[in-house]
């Protein structure tokens, strides 16, 4: 994932995508097509005509404030929303179906407010779609943002995407009841053996 910021006088920035970048999305490594639009040091955003070409996930303040125009300038299939951890997840349940996708930032890994917005969209809003984590996303996370309901990952540029992979399979019994598993352990011990 490419992180894209204007110039301070609106003039886009200076970038080039060299490789195309790559996430982990359902458990596989697959390039990433999406550029993050993030606002400039003086906090400032291009305009949606501005915005470079391609797929783009704007802040959510960004879209509430250009949820009429952006849409005139790109298909759903090029509008993703990211939120940062204070933003509210109730406010972008009716624009559900004007969107591809959702990522979750996490400006910093041990800020945890990420993994209860993923279960909301889930769990309480029925969200279907792509959940994906940007930001401070490392290895150690990875199994517990998937049990929570994200299911793409774009991790840290030092970090290995290989090796995070590993993530999925490390823990292979969750006690407690998460997106992935509807009864806790002991429920699930307790039905395995009265059917035995």
Sequence with gaps: MQDFGGQPD??????????????IKNQAIVDDDWLVVRAAEDGSLPPPHALPAGKVLVPFSYWKASRDTLPGVRTKQQIGVWLAPDDEPADLVVDFDEIALIAIDFP???DGRGYSIARLLRERYGYKGEIRAIGDVLHDQLAYLSRCGFDAFALRADKDIQYALRAF????????????EKLPLF??????????
Excluded at 14 to 21: D, G, L, N, T, V
Excluded at 171 to 180: G, I, R
Excluded at 187 to 196: N, P, S, T, V
């Design 187 to 196: 429920r699930r011990r307790g039905a395995a053996g009265a059917a035995a």
């Design 108 to 110: 910093v890994f041990r």
């Design 10 to 23: 609106g003039r886009p920035p200076h970038w080039k995508r060299i490789a195309m970048p790559q996430i």
């Design 169 to 180: 399979g490390e823990l292979t019994v969750h006690y407690q009841t998460a997106n992935d």
